[in-house]
């Protein structure tokens, strides 16, 4: 079998399979996409393959449960995260029974690798008034805490993944009554969420004093750096725990040790379910497939 069998059909998994028919949205072609670049790392680093030599007949199952210890082992990856790179090699194997039948056999033993389970800890999310303290901490006197503040009250409010409030626009907000936000999640699917009262001042401040409400900012980021590029997952988190540890000096009891962007959108579901919310609306609030 040609080397080539093996690049082509990593192309055409990538840039063909995946975005038009599974429909899979870029953040998770992305994840898939770093799956392969680790693979072909360890196959060049650990296994004396360069990768414009790499075959599918290289590929079997030792290799893959070879590189799943390694992510374990030496990269220090969580189980969490092993489960994710084998769910990715998963569905190329799966691409690839139909792509080259004659592969099918070593296919089949490559899917028969299971997932690890792992032990879920419970994640931390904070009460009203942690939530209220946490709203305190940002420095309104500067155009950083000015955008925080609008940020994380906006991942407060509606329940968004980190990814999607990165990728909001001006375009996203209806700023005239009723208040909403139009929030793309998972598999590109989109859902109108109401806005607080008290959330459209925080960015209507913000957008105001960052040109944001101009027509011709509508497709910038909602939420940029210095350079006005979009804010990365990595610098969402960095915002996040730098207000979570200034809120938990002022008080340690209502600010979890571990915190991460995630036990908000956990914080506001646990809000709603509290206050006596359906959970069928909660679901449709958070973009859930089911409740």
């Known amino acids: 079998m040609k080397t080539v069998d093996f690049s082509k059909s990593l192309a055409d998994f990538l840039t063909k399979y995946l975005p038009a028919e599974r429909g ?10 770093a799956t392969f670049i680790l693979l072909i790392s360890f196959m060049e680093n650990e296994k004396k393959i360069r990768p414009e030599k790499l075959m599918f007949s290289d590929l079997t199952k030792k290799c893959v449960d070879d590189f799943l210890n390694y992510l374990e082992t030496v990269r220090k990856c969580s189980i969490s995260t092993r489960n994710v790179r084998l769910a990715a090699l998963h569905s190329f194997f799966k691409f690839v029974q139909y792509e ?15 997932v690890k389970k792992t032990n879920k800890g419970s994640i931390n999310y904070l009460t009203i008034d942690g939530i209220k303290l946490l709203l305190l901490q940002p420095d309104l006197s500067t155009s950083k805490g000015i955008r925080d503040l609008a940020m994380i009250a906006l991942m407060y ?4 993944r980190v ?15 009723p208040y909403t936000i139009k929030i793309v999640g998972k598999g590109n699917k989109a859902r109108i969420v109401p806005l607080m009262n008290e959330e459209v001042i925080h960015l209507k401040n ?3 004093k960052n040109s944001l409400l101009e027509d011709y900012a509508n497709m910038y980021p909602l939420f940029s750096n210095t350079r006005k590029e979009k804010l990365t997952r990595a610098g969402v988190t960095h915002i996040l725990h730098k207000y979570a540890s200034m809120a938990r000096k002022e008080n340690p009891v209502l600010i979890p ?8 959108r956990h914080s506001k579901a646990m809000h709603l379910l509290q206050a006596g919310v359906n959970l069928i609306y909660i679901r449709d609030i958070l973009g859930h497939e089911s409740v």
Do not use: V
């Open 157 to 160: 409010d509606t329940g968004a």
């Open 206 to 208: 913000y957008m105001s």
């Open 163 to 177: 990814q999607e409030i990165i990728d909001l626009t001006p375009f996203s907000l209806r700023l005239n009554k």
């Open 24 to 33: 899979m949205s870029y953040n998770t072609i992305t994840s898939y996409r």
């Open 257 to 264: 040790t571990k915190i991460s962007c995630h036990s908000l």
């Open 100 to 114: 080259w039948p004659e592969q099918i056999d070593e296919c089949r033993r490559i899917l028969s690798i299971k």
